[in-house]
C-alpha cells in the first residue's frame, strides 16, 4: 500500500512546486463552463461559479435554464441561458447551447441541481453521447451520467466527485473485486479507489472519514480536513480549475486542489 498511498496535510503538501506555480495571467488559466441548475435550486451551481473564479480560473461560464432568469436576471456576461421546461430545469432544445459553449471551453463542470425530469435525461444522454471533452461530474449530474458509466470510467479526461453512495454505484459498474460497504474503513476505501483507478483511466475526488481523498491512475492521496466552510463547493470548483489547468498532471493537480480549498 505504501506504493500507491501518499499522505499530505496542508502544512506539508505533497507538490509544493505545483502550488506555487499556478498561471498568474487570466489568459493562460483556462476557460471553464459550469453547468447546472433549475428553477429549484442552483445555490450550489452559482457557489462553485464564485469559487472557480476565486481558485484562479481565466474565465467562467455559467449554463442555466432559461427558467432561472426571472430569479437571477440577465446582468452578466458570464451566464448563458440554456432552453428549459416547464417544470424548470434544461430542456431537448438546450442541446446547442450545451455544444456551442463546451466547444468554447477548456473543461467542463456538471455541477447538479438538475431536477428530475425525462427531458433533462434525454437532453444529457444525448450531450455526453459524443462528448469528448475534459469533464467534471458532480451532485446529481452523476446520476445523469449513469448510462455512459463505462465509458466515462475508461477517459482520463474525467472526474468523479463522489460521496460514498455514489462510489457504491460505480463500483458496481466497474466489477471491482472488494465490496464498498457503508461502514468502510478509511485504509480499504484506499484498496478499493486505487483498484478502481488502477483498472480504469477516469480520477475521483472524494471526502470521507474526515478526509480528502483523491485517486488517479491507481495513486491515492488524502488530507485530513481543517476547514470545513463552504467545502463541498469548494471541493468541485478547486478540483475543477486544478484539473483544467494541468491535465497532463492529474493526480498532482488533484492533490494540490484538496489543499487549496481548505485554505
Not at 477517459?155 to 466527485?161: E, G, K, L, T
Request: aromatic letters at 10%; charged letters at 20%.
Amino acid at each position: 500500500m505504501d506504493d500507491y498511498w501518499y499522505k499530505q496535510t496542508i502544512d506539508k503538501p505533497l507538490f509544493p512546486d505545483l502550488i506555487w506555480s499556478k498561471p498568474e495571467n487570466k489568459l493562460h488559466a483556462g476557460k471553464l463552463l459550469i453547468i447546472g441548475g433549475s428553477t429549484n435550486g442552483f445555490a450550489h451551481t452559482v457557489g462553485c461559479y464564485m469559487e472557480a473564479n476565486k481558485a484562479g480560473a481565466g474565465i467562467v461560464k455559467v449554463l442555466i435554464p432559461e427558467s432561472t432568469k426571472k430569479i437571477i436576471g440577465n446582468s452578466s456576461e458570464d451566464i448563458i441561458f440554456g432552453a428549459a421546461t416547464k417544470s424548470g430545469g434544461f430542456s431537448q432544445a438546450a442541446l446547442a447551447e450545451f455544444q456551442e459553449s463546451s466547444n468554447w471551453s477548456d473543461a467542463i463542470m456538471l455541477s447538479g441541481e438538475l431536477g428530475n425530469n425525462s427531458d433533462t435525461t434525454i437532453l444529457f444522454e444525448k450531450f455526453l453521447e459524443k462528448l469528448d471533452s475534459a469533464l467534471i461530474i458532480s451532485g446529481d449530474a452523476f446520476d445523469f451520467s449513469k448510462i455512459y458509466f463505462d465509458k466515462l470510467l475508461k477517459s482520463h479526461n474525467v472526474i468523479f466527485i463522489l460521496d460514498l453512495p455514489k462510489l457504491q454505484k460505480l463500483a458496481v459498474q466497474a466489477g471491482l473485486t472488494k465490496p464498498v460497504i457503508s461502514s468502510i474503513s478509511l485504509i480499504n476505501l484506499i484498496e478499493v479507489l486505487h483498484e478502481l483507478t488502477d483498472k480504469n483511466k477516469a480520477s475521483i475526488v472524494m471526502e470521507y472519514n474526515e478526509f480528502l481523498v483523491v485517486a488517479s491512475q491507481g495513486y491515492v492521496s488524502t488530507t485530513p480536513i481543517t476547514n470545513r466552510d463552504k467545502l463541498q463547493i469548494k471541493m468541485v470548483a478547486h478540483a475543477s480549475v486544478w484539473f483544467m489547468q494541468n491535465q497532463n498532471k492529474i493526480f498532482e493537480a488533484l492533490s494540490c486542489s484538496t489543499i487549496t480549498c481548505q485554505t
